[in-house]
């Protein structure tokens, strides 16, 4: 599968932005979809997923409440609508797939087969 990442921008402070993910080359029909994030200096983060089929979501910590994940299946595609950004949001979101995810995995970065390229996220105080 390949994953094709798109939203991303800059935004003042307690703005909204939303990505997203879309999946094409295979039906994703069964694994789950969503974002990491990798900022200046930083090791790539876990922010949010969403199980196919099903809907279960997961979140990070630091976004939960602001930040929600949802999908189209017809569409192949996940959303990240992330509200109430704050400057420690910047950084580049990477869209994932993985197929095979247990739920102790879900944060993992090897646990996912597939990556988009990434879109950069700004928030300016």
């Known amino acids: 599968v390949q994953l094709q990442a798109s939203g991303g921008g800059l935004v003042q402070a307690g703005g909204s932005l939303r990505l997203s993910c879309a999946a094409s080359g295979r039906t994703f029909s069964n694994g789950v979809m969503g974002w990491f994030r990798q900022a200046p200096g930083k090791e790539r983060e876990f922010v949010a997923v969403i199980r196919w089929p099903g809907g279960n979501t997961y979140y990070a910590d630091s976004v939960k409440g602001r930040f929600a994940i949802s999908r189209d299946s017809a569409k192949n595609t996940a959303y990240l609508q992330m509200n109430s950004l704050k400057p420690e949001d910047t950084a580049v979101y990477y869209c994932?797939?993985?197929?095979?995810?247990?739920?102790?995995?879900?944060?993992?970065?090897?646990?996912?087969?597939?990556w988009g390229q990434g879109t950069q996220v700004t928030v300016s105080s």
């Open positions: 994932a797939a993985g197929y095979s995810v247990i739920l102790s995995m879900i944060k993992h970065i090897r646990a996912y087969d597939a």
